[in-house]
């Protein structure tokens, strides 16, 4: 019964250094949401404008750009995956992941040959376990994005659509990351980044309105090619931003949860303690009583 008693009281212990570290870390992800929500927040507008700039020029000019433009033929994609570098954020990575397992189980059948770029050491993992290939990884920094590691991939992904199908390159980019959508629901996402495909295009205007007269200086094309780069950059930064701030909610949450399940095994184990201890009272008690009655009956003999 001693012994019971012992590991009971070991678990209660070890239950309790578990709920300071879940609480801690909780404390931690709760101050870091804030944190990336006002990075998403301070970006948008820049996004939103640079994406208004792309639309007007590939909605209102007649030019055929090597990035708007769809192929003839898709043959080879490639796949951008965002997952976090740490764990303990509950289904924050497999989710992306099953999404990702989704997306190429489609383009397969679609008859599509495919290649990884991976963002975060969980996908890194994923991969190097299943021993399947990709053509780049980026670690570190997942929680907190800096815009040098967007301008990287957007130059990769850039680069590799630019190059002809038969020197390796692909005919789209797909990204893959989770959205933030509030403190208790992140949701993966599946976005084409290439061919374009303009999110917030210039609304088409009524039958009583008139299209807007552009003139482009210099010409359309070449406003392109200024704009598209830094507009792919923008959209890779911001699913970064998305997916760092679905992060620190998701470890946020699942740390909530941890710390609640610590207390119902401190209480729990605190009671079967409580009932140990009283099961050893009792029992000496009755070892007392019974070692009291065996004397007087020995007295009562002599």
């Known amino acids: 019964m001693g012994a019971q008693l012992r590991v009971y009281r070991q678990k209660i212990k070890s239950a309790q250094t578990t709920k300071k570290i879940t609480r801690a870390m909780e404390l931690i992800s709760a101050s870091r949401i804030y944190k990336a929500q006002q990075r998403l927040t301070a970006a948008s507008p820049y996004s939103r404008a640079i994406t208004r700039a792309v639309s007007a020029v590939a909605t209102f000019s007649n030019i055929d750009h090597p990035l708007t433009t769809e192929p003839a033929e898709i043959r080879r994609s490639a796949v951008v995956i965002f997952t976090s570098d740490r764990g303990l954020a509950g289904a924050f990575s497999t989710n992306v992941l099953k999404e990702a397992e989704q997306l190429t189980q ?9 290649v ?3 963002v975060g050491r969980k996908s890194v993992s994923f991969f190097s376990f299943r021993k399947r290939a990709a053509i780049r990884a980026w670690t570190g920094g997942t929680d ?5 590691t967007a301008e990287e991939i957007a130059k990769e992904v850039v680069g590799l659509f630019n190059t002809d199908y038969s020197a390796g390159g692909v005919d789209e980019i797909h990204l893959v990351y989770n959205k933030f ?4 629901s992140q949701e993966p996402q599946v976005v084409r980044l290439l061919p374009l495909e303009v999110v917030e295009g210039v609304e088409t205007p ?11 200086e210099p010409d359309a094309s070449k406003v392109l090619d200024a704009l598209l780069p830094v507009y792919i950059e923008s959209r890779i930064f911001n699913a970064m931003l998305q997916s760092a701030a679905a992060e620190h909610a998701a470890r946020q949450k699942a740390m909530k949860s941890a710390t609640e399940n610590a207390d119902k095994l401190i209480k729990n184990y605190t009671r079967l303690s409580n009932s140990a201890r009283q099961s050893e009272i009792t029992q000496q008690i009755s070892e007392i009583v019974g070692g009291a009655d065996a004397l007087v009956d020995t007295s009562d003999k002599e």
């Open 181 to 184: 959508i509030s403190m208790i």
């Open 144 to 148: 907190l994005p800096v815009f040098t």
């Open 206 to 216: 009524g039958d009583s309105e008139i299209f807007p007269l552009y003139e482009f």
């Open 106 to 114: 489609l383009l397969k059948d679609q008859g599509k040959e495919i």
């Open 116 to 118: 990884y770029y991976l």
